[in-house]
């Protein structure tokens, strides 16, 4: 039997997928716009005989996960960007480490403190690591209520597969949105792949260890050999992207999470005029899907690039596109929200090559 359509919001929404999900600790610190969340879990983790900390600053928040994943544990925590970047030692321990985790973040208004509206201004933070070192972080972005339900399964299962953080990132309008979702069917925890490696206690094998300092050279260069050869095989197999409309498109419109579902109503609007457009949506942040968009973009030959930001995934997509299409962009920062009739004004300027809406970037 499927499971039960629920209207849920957001934030809500990732908490009981991270349950179902099989996650049994979770350590936050409050900050809007995605405190319902915590809040969520720290009822619902109880019922389910899991852990539930609000931790005393976002730091030590994300030092507990570290230790819950020490342990073996599905752990999580989540944040939105300020917290966020408190917590990125921590990321930068865990990934080190190699150690599972999910981190969340509902994406606000910035710099600094900002706002809590909408925002994608973390794009760089979240897809470049964040913190110090050679490392990289799978980063999902789902465009809706459904797709943060099924995405947060896929978080897991991505952490525990490849033994690194994993991060969702949404934004402050996905965070509090209602909307109807049907959520898979709940994990049996003791039925997920044991961690072999896991710390949990030594009686009758061998001790184990994981390491955090690597003071010999040598051995602090094979492990970011290792590293790397392991963020290969994330870019190899784990690219996630998709496309509407792009079958008899002459404008390519590429966007990701909210501004994606936007984007999606100004080409309708354009389709009903007679206008073709098609949408190209990354899921995977990184691994950003490079080849699909380049392969795409050369064939219908404009691009027009929509964010929340002053052109942070638009770095990503002239390094796929080059000089294949001709690529236009338009941006907002500081949670600005424009309507699918903004964007569709701004697409028609991409399709006259007027720049009189966005800009034109020069490859």
């Not at 994981?210 to 392991?230: C, I, R």
Request: charge should be negative; aromatic fraction near 8%; glycine fraction near 12%.
């Amino acid at each position: 039997m499927p499971s039960e359509k629920m209207l849920m919001r957001g934030s809500h929404v990732v908490g009981e997928a991270a349950v179902r999900a099989g996650c049994r600790f979770y350590a936050g610190y409050p900050i809007t716009p995605q405190n319902e969340l915590p809040e969520y879990l720290s009822a619902r983790m109880l019922e389910v005989g899991g852990t539930f900390i609000q931790g005393e600053s976002e730091i030590a928040s994300i030092n507990m996960v570290l230790g819950a994943a020490s342990a073996g544990m599905r752990a999580m925590t989540s944040s939105s960007s300020p917290g966020i970047a408190l917590k990125q030692e921590g990321i930068s321990y865990m990934a080190g480490q190699e150690l599972p985790g999910v981190i969340v973040n509902m994406m606000r208004g910035g710099p600094g403190l900002g706002n809590i509206a909408p925002s994608g201004a973390d794009y760089f933070q979240a897809t470049r690591g964040g913190g110090n070192g050679d490392y990289r972080t799978p980063v999902l972005a789902p465009a809706g209520c459904q797709e943060l339900a099924d995405i947060t399964f896929v978080a897991f299962d991505l952490a525990d597969k490849y033994r690194t953080p994993v991060m969702i990132l949404g934004d402050g309008l996905m965070g509090q949105v209602m909307e109807p979702v049907v959520f898979p069917d709940p994990l049996k925890v003791e039925s997920l792949p044991k961690k072999e490696w896991a710390l949990t206690g030594c009686k009758g094998r061998e001790p184990r260890a994981l390491f955090s300092m690597l003071l010999n050279v040598n051995a602090l260069y094979e492990h970011n050999l290792h590293l790397q050869e392991k963020y290969d095989e994330i870019t190899a197999e784990e690219q996630r992207w998709e496309t509407i409309m792009t079958d008899d498109a002459g404008l390519l419109v590429v966007a990701y999470g909210t501004p994606a579902r936007i984007a999606e109503s100004a080409i309708e609007e354009l389709r009903a005029e007679g206008i073709a457009a098609g949408l190209f949506r990354p899921i995977t942040l990184w691994p950003y899907p490079t080849i699909p968009l380049r392969n795409l973009a050369a064939k219908i030959g404009k691009v027009a690039v929509f964010e929340f930001s002053m052109g942070q995934m638009l770095e990503d997509v002239v390094l796929a596109v080059g000089d294949r299409a001709e690529i236009y962009f338009y941006g907002l920062p500081g949670g600005i929200v424009p309507t699918p009739s903004d964007i569709a004004l701004f697409l028609r300027s991409a399709l006259k090559g007027d720049g009189k809406v966005g800009r034109r970037i020069e490859t």
